[in-house]
């Protein structure tokens, strides 16, 4: 015996063994084994080292119906969980056999393993009924045979081969007869003729015995009685009908129509048709007769899953006393039409799926099945949308949903997919299954900026704390790796803002900074134009993902000035101490400075008599600058230009104009609200003499215009040295005659621009027909007279006399600022040729 077990144990390794390579695991264990007996060593047979089964979680899934196997955690292997019995789980069908999936997680990997459920002898033969009624004639000739229904044995195999004994019996013995389709016929054989006067009723024992070890036996009581005088039983024309019906015919419908025929008269031969079940024992069920016709119909459904083939035996009993009866077989073939839908099965689903998750990664383990046969149950499958994932076949019926193309939780964060499953039946049935995969995040996209460069208007003097912009940056991912907080990063300005060092250079995080969550760009404090025109700088968007991701915008920040400066007029030329006077806004303007001039009786109109310089530190509008006569109003005898600020003469002075003309002008800019400065301008009417007397004492003095106070005595001291002047001016008029033509024509063909230059606050003043423009620098301070010499923002409107050649041009260079001389006009620089020039010359007039 123990010769044998080990044979078998050995034939079951090699069988596994052979399996494995195959790519599938095969285990055979008997039915109705215990609770725990182990069928294999699943662990071992997978290759899983000790240990690794639990910690893998391996695992059973079992397809559409209960497994009663199941994994042991601890040891890995494959044990009875539940009452195996073979014919619950296979009926008749053989071999019986449970196609489980064994799942490995870490990584994910599926086998498939058969496990054989073999027969064993624990059903016994058994019969129909206890009892057999039996009814024969008592003229019933020695060898006629009565059919008997056999016993059934739900065992298969050799535990289902049945032999049949009989009690002992003169007069019967039995006969099994196997047919064409190798189906067995048991006849009770008459032996001897019967005397019903002599025994009326036979009472015979039927054993069925099967052919397991030890067998079993099931037994049925043949009650027999005789009958006298019909002697004749109905015969069919066929002993066997055979008949082929799709599954899904309908109830009602007409099957077939069977014949007998009964030799005797009268009633004897009157014929009643019944149905006698052989296989399965609830056929009465599914078919009926007609008891006068033998018309067969179909009274319940058919269904091929369930029952492929139908035994009837119908009997005809004659109405004979006592009745005879014949038998016949009718073999009803079930045919398949394809009537179910494939059935899709998810048995393992892994999500949510990163969205960098390599091409092949498998999501989800499908089961596939169809109960139909033939090309009604092969099952195609497929994937919809077709991406990104799809299916890989890996065993019968056995898919995997892997990933085809590279996902974008960006572009789609989940995907509603479809498994479809279609049969090969005409018309084919499908089904689907719907699965749920949702992307999860990872940190792939760094923050955007709306913009690669913002442009920025903020206005000068603004608080302290004011927003000036909001930025934004767009992150696509989600949660933190979406969460973006913002930074200045770099930037600057002042002098050394290219390099970002120097002693001027300032960062650009004391001027503004970025809120970290809503991106708001405020001001830390005033921005003042004089001192920043333009803040760039970078400001920086970081993600909180891991690693964390950044994007940066520039910030181009122009501050627009206001006018938050008022005129200023500069110091006399020739750095004398004469007063004069800042501005202030219109509403409220400076105390006028006094300054001073002379201007000779009968002097044309049109004489420049002085001019005011005045610089605005604003820019454009804000630095344009206008001139205004206040005092006097009306017509007077000067006028002032309104943008070159000289002061001429607005018509030919007389005597009745008094000695002394109070002149109040107003400087004003072009901003909203206008700024304004003042300065008051004494004019002393004289002789010519005197008037140049006292031009050539101010010029050598170095003084433009002379304060008001000490006025009168300036005159006594002028009208004293007149004769002395007068004679040097007669004396020296010829020669001077000569030397002002030369001058005169030097001045036509001298370049018309003179630049002078000094420290302090830079003033850059063009001239040109129009007017003249003035611009405050920072490094230098420049005048020049050209036509369309220079572009700059403010005009200052000046007369066009050439400027002269020779020392005055050198004068005028070396001087801090322009003069605010009578003659600062650029047409003559020495007194006496004023004096000439302004009677002789046309070109100063």
């Given at each position: 015996?123990?010769?044998?077990?080990?044979?078998?144990?050995?034939?079951?390794?090699?069988?596994?063994?052979?399996?494995?390579?195959?790519?599938?695991?095969?285990?055979?264990?008997?039915?109705?084994?215990?609770?725990?007996?182990?069928?294999?060593?699943?662990?071992?047979?997978?290759?899983?080292?000790?240990?690794?089964?639990?910690?893998?979680?391996?695992?059973?899934?079992?397809?559409?119906r209960?497994a009663?196997?199941?994994v042991?955690?601890?040891?890995?292997?494959?044990v009875?969980?539940?009452?195996?019995?073979?014919?619950?789980?296979?009926?008749?069908?053989?071999?019986?056999?449970?196609?489980?999936?064994?799942?490995?997680?870490?990584?994910?990997?599926?086998?498939?393993?058969?496990?054989e459920?073999?027969?064993?002898?624990?059903?016994?033969?058994?019969?129909?009924?206890?009892?057999?009624?039996?009814?024969?004639?008592?003229?019933?000739?020695?060898?006629?045979?009565?059919?008997?229904?056999?016993?059934?044995?739900?065992?298969?195999?050799?535990?289902?081969?049945?032999?049949?004994?009989?009690?002992?019996?003169?007069?019967?013995?039995?006969?099994?007869?196997?047919?064409?389709?190798?189906?067995?016929?048991?006849?009770?054989?008459?032996?001897?003729?019967?005397?019903?006067?002599?025994?009326?009723?036979?009472?015979?024992?039927?054993?069925?015995?099967?052919?397991?070890?030890p067998?079993?036996t099931?037994?049925?009581?043949?009650?027999?009685?005789?009958?006298?005088?019909?002697?004749?039983?109905?015969?069919?024309?066929?002993?066997?009908?055979?008949?082929?019906?799709?599954?899904?015919?309908?109830?009602?419908?007409?099957?077939?129509?069977?014949?007998?025929?009964?030799?005797?008269?009268?009633?004897?031969?009157?014929?009643?048709?019944?149905?006698?079940?052989?296989?399965p024992?609830?056929?009465?069920?599914?078919?009926?007769?007609?008891?006068t016709?033998?018309?067969?119909?179909?009274?319940g459904?058919?269904?091929?899953?369930?029952?492929?083939?139908?035994?009837?035996?119908?009997d005809?009993?004659?109405?004979?006393?006592?009745?005879?009866?014949?038998?016949?077989?009718?073999?009803?073939e079930v045919?398949?039409?394809?009537?179910?839908?494939?059935?899709?099965?998810?048995?393992?689903?892994?999500?949510p799926?990163?969205?960098?998750?390599?091409?092949?990664?498998?999501?989800?383990?499908?089961?596939?099945?169809?109960?139909?046969?033939?090309?009604?149950?092969?099952?195609?499958?497929?994937?919809?949308?077709?991406?990104?994932?799809?299916?890989?076949?890996?065993?019968?019926?056995?898919?995997?949903?892997?990933?085809?193309?590279?996902?974008?939780r960006?572009?789609?964060?989940e995907?509603?997919?479809?498994?479809?499953?279609?049969?090969?039946?005409?018309?084919?049935?499908?089904?689907?299954?719907?699965?749920?995969?949702?992307?999860?995040?990872v940190?792939?996209?760094?923050?955007?900026?709306?913009?690669?460069?913002?442009?920025?208007?903020?206005?000068?003097?603004?608080?302290?704390?004011?927003?000036?912009?909001?930025?934004?940056a767009?992150?696509?991912?989600?949660a933190?790796?979406?969460?973006?907080?913002?930074?200045?990063?770099?930037?600057?300005?002042?002098?050394?803002?290219g390099?970002?060092?120097?002693?001027?250079?300032?960062?650009?995080?004391?001027?503004?900074?970025?809120?970290?969550e809503?991106?708001?760009?405020?001001?830390?404090?005033?921005?003042?134009y004089?001192?920043?025109?333009?803040?760039?700088?970078e400001?920086?968007?970081?993600?909180?993902?891991?690693?964390?991701?950044?994007?940066?915008?520039?910030?181009?920040?122009?501050?627009?000035?206001?006018?938050?400066?008022?005129?200023?007029?500069?110091?006399?030329?020739?750095?004398?101490?004469?007063?004069?006077?800042?501005?202030?806004?219109?509403s409220?303007?400076?105390?006028?400075?006094?300054?001073?001039?002379?201007?000779?009786?009968?002097?044309?109109?049109?004489?420049v008599?002085?001019?005011?310089?005045?610089?605005?530190?604003?820019s454009?509008?804000?630095?344009?600058?206008?001139?205004?006569?206040?005092?006097?109003?009306?017509?007077?005898?000067?006028?002032?230009?309104?943008?070159?600020?000289?002061?001429?003469?607005?018509?030919?002075?007389?005597?009745?104009?008094?000695p002394?003309?109070?002149?109040?002008?107003?400087?004003?800019?072009?901003?909203?609200?206008?700024?304004?400065?003042?300065?008051?301008?004494?004019?002393?009417?004289?002789?010519?003499?005197?008037?140049?007397?006292?031009?050539?004492?101010?010029?050598?003095?170095?003084?433009?215009?002379?304060?008001?106070?000490?006025?009168?005595?300036?005159?006594?001291?002028?009208?004293?040295?007149?004769?002395?002047?007068?004679?040097?001016?007669?004396?020296?008029?010829?020669?001077?005659?000569?030397?002002?033509?030369?001058?005169?024509?030097?001045?036509?063909?001298?370049?018309?621009?003179?630049?002078?230059?000094?420290?302090?606050?830079?003033?850059?003043?063009?001239?040109?027909?129009?007017?003249?423009?003035?611009?405050s620098?920072?490094?230098?301070?420049?005048?020049?007279?050209?036509?369309?010499?220079?572009?700059?923002?403010?005009?200052?409107?000046?007369?066009?006399?050439?400027?002269?050649?020779?020392?005055?041009?050198?004068?005028?260079?070396?001087?801090?600022?322009?003069?605010?001389?009578?003659?600062?006009?650029?047409?003559?620089?020495?007194?006496?040729?004023?004096?000439?020039?302004?009677?002789?010359?046309?070109?100063?007039?």
């Amino acid at each position: 015996m123990a010769v044998c077990v080990r044979a078998v144990v050995r034939v079951l390794v090699l069988q596994a063994a052979w399996a494995l390579g195959g790519g599938q695991v095969r285990y055979s264990v008997p039915e109705e084994a215990k609770g725990g007996t182990v069928v294999g060593r699943l662990a071992q047979d997978l290759g899983l080292e000790a240990g690794e089964a639990e910690a893998r979680r391996l695992r059973l899934v079992a397809q559409g119906r209960r497994a009663s196997v199941e994994v042991s955690g601890a040891s890995g292997a494959l044990v009875v969980s539940s009452r195996l019995d073979r014919e619950e789980l296979c009926g008749k069908s053989a071999p019986c056999a449970l196609r489980l999936e064994v799942l490995l997680e870490r990584p994910l990997r599926v086998f498939h393993v058969e496990v054989e459920v073999t027969d064993i002898n624990d059903n016994a033969p058994l019969f129909p009924a206890a009892t057999k009624n039996l009814s024969i004639a008592e003229l019933s000739l020695p060898g006629s045979r009565f059919p008997l229904e056999g016993a059934s044995d739900a065992d298969i195999g050799a535990n289902a081969q049945l032999s049949y004994t009989l009690s002992p019996s003169e007069h019967f013995a039995l006969d099994l007869q196997k047919t064409e389709d190798d189906t067995e016929s048991l006849f009770l054989v008459l032996r001897k003729g019967l005397d019903r006067e002599s025994l009326a009723e036979h009472r015979l024992l039927l054993t069925a015995r099967d052919g397991g070890r030890p067998s079993l036996t099931g037994t049925v009581e043949l009650v027999v009685s005789v009958l006298d005088a019909n002697d004749n039983a109905p015969q069919f024309n066929q002993s066997v009908y055979k008949v082929r019906l799709p599954e899904n015919t309908e109830m009602g419908t007409f099957v077939l129509r069977v014949n007998a025929t009964d030799l005797d008269e009268g009633s004897n031969r009157n014929i009643s048709y019944s149905l006698q079940s052989l296989f399965p024992q609830d056929g009465r069920d599914v078919f009926g007769i007609h008891k006068t016709s033998g018309e067969i119909y179909l009274r319940g459904s058919l269904d091929f899953e369930d029952v492929g083939v139908y035994r009837i035996q119908v009997d005809a009993k004659d109405m004979g006393n006592p009745p005879l009866s014949g038998h016949c077989k009718v073999v009803v073939e079930v045919l398949d039409v394809n009537d179910n839908a494939p059935e899709v099965w998810v048995t393992s689903l892994s999500v949510p799926v990163a969205e960098d998750a390599s091409v092949g990664t498998v999501v989800a383990l499908l089961s596939v099945s169809d109960r139909d046969s033939g090309a009604n149950g092969r099952v195609r499958c497929a994937v919809w949308p077709p991406s990104p994932f799809g299916l890989v076949a890996t065993f019968a019926g056995s898919y995997s949903l892997v990933l085809r193309e590279a996902l974008d939780r960006e572009r789609v964060s989940e995907y509603e997919v479809e498994v479809r499953a279609e049969d090969g039946g005409a018309p084919p049935l499908r089904a689907s299954r719907g699965l749920r995969v949702p992307v999860s995040d990872v940190n792939d996209n760094a923050p955007a900026f709306a913009q690669a460069v913002y442009t920025v208007l903020a206005r000068e003097n603004n608080a302290a704390g004011a927003e000036l912009a909001r930025l934004w940056a767009r992150d696509p991912d989600e949660a933190g790796n979406g969460r973006v907080s913002y930074s200045v990063a770099e930037g600057g300005a002042g002098a050394g803002a290219g390099s970002g060092s120097g002693p001027g250079w300032r960062p650009a995080s004391s001027y503004v900074s970025v809120d970290a969550e809503s991106g708001r760009l405020w001001a830390l404090q005033p921005l003042d134009y004089e001192e920043l025109q333009v803040l760039q700088f970078e400001v920086r968007a970081v993600d909180a993902g891991e690693p964390p991701l950044c994007g940066n915008a520039t910030v181009q920040l122009f501050v627009v000035d206001e006018n938050d400066n008022a005129p200023a007029l500069l110091p006399p030329a020739g750095g004398g101490p004469g007063p004069w006077a800042a501005g202030e806004a219109s509403s409220s303007s400076s105390s006028a400075g006094s300054l001073w001039a002379w201007a000779a009786w009968g002097a044309p109109a049109g004489q420049v008599v002085a001019k005011i310089r005045a610089v605005d530190a604003d820019s454009g509008y804000n630095a344009w600058l206008r001139y205004e006569l206040w005092e006097p109003r009306g017509k007077g005898p000067f006028r002032v230009g309104l943008y070159s600020g000289e002061v001429s003469t607005a018509r030919a002075l007389e005597e009745a104009d008094g000695p002394r003309q109070r002149l109040l002008i107003v400087v004003r800019d072009h901003g909203e609200p206008s700024r304004s400065a003042t300065a008051t301008l004494s004019v002393s009417l004289v002789e010519g003499a005197e008037a140049a007397l006292a031009a050539a004492g101010a010029v050598s003095a170095g003084a433009g215009l002379r304060p008001a106070a000490g006025a009168e005595g300036g005159a006594a001291a002028a009208a004293a040295a007149t004769n002395v002047w007068l004679v040097v001016a007669i004396c020296a008029v010829s020669s001077l005659f000569l030397l002002a033509v030369v001058l005169y024509g030097a001045s036509r063909w001298a370049p018309r621009a003179a630049v002078l230059a000094g420290p302090g606050p830079a003033t850059l003043v063009c001239a040109s027909e129009v007017g003249s423009w003035s611009y405050s620098q920072r490094q230098s301070r420049s005048l020049c007279v050209a036509d369309g010499a220079g572009k700059s923002d403010l005009m200052v409107f000046s007369p066009n006399c050439p400027p002269p050649p020779g020392p005055a041009a050198e004068n005028g260079s070396a001087e801090k600022g322009p003069s605010l001389s009578p003659y600062s006009s650029g047409a003559v620089s020495c007194p006496l040729c004023f004096y000439f020039f302004s009677h002789f010359c046309s070109v100063c007039r």
